[in-house]
């Protein structure tokens, strides 16, 4: 049985820890995007950090690296339970710029 949306989004927002806000939208193809931002940390006024982009991947995995990597460099001291994926995601993004530069 596959997981409701608002499971699924208890669960990822679980694993983001307390800095994060999470929500799950569905886009135009009905595939989930997750939308990871940041409590503290302001982009430009008004719109809090996110790990959202337009026009990329933007599902689970590629947002939370992305949540992990911004935990890393702006919240050394934060605490959250996707942050014991951490060499996984530098994995997955040094085999990402590794495809970039042999197209």
Same mark, same amino acid.
């Given at each position: 049985?596959?997981?409701?949306?608002? *499971? /699924? %989004?208890?669960?990822?927002?679980?694993?983001?820890? &307390?800095?994060?806000?999470?929500?799950?939208?569905?886009?135009? #193809?009905?595939?989930?995007?997750?939308?990871?931002?940041?409590?503290?940390?302001? *982009? /430009? %006024?008004?719109?809090?950090?996110?790990?959202?982009? &337009?026009?990329?991947?933007?599902?689970?995995?590629?947002?939370? #690296?992305?949540?992990?990597?911004?935990?890393?460099?702006?919240?050394?001291?934060?605490?959250?339970?996707?942050?014991?994926?951490?060499?996984?995601?530098?994995?997955?993004?040094?085999?990402?710029?590794?495809?970039?530069?042999?197209?």
């Amino acid at each position: 049985m596959t997981a409701s949306r608002s *499971a /699924r %989004e208890r669960k990822a927002a679980g694993q983001a820890g &307390p800095l994060a806000k999470l929500r799950i939208e569905v886009d135009a #193809d009905s595939q989930f995007v997750y939308k990871i931002n940041c409590t503290v940390c302001v *982009a /430009r %006024e008004p719109l809090m950090w996110s790990a959202y982009r &337009p026009g990329e991947d933007n599902g689970f995995m590629a947002a939370m #690296d992305r949540w992990i990597f911004h935990l890393v460099e702006k919240h050394p001291d934060a605490e959250a339970p996707c942050l014991a994926f951490r060499a996984e995601a530098e994995d997955r993004l040094h085999a990402r710029r590794e495809e970039r530069r042999a197209e």
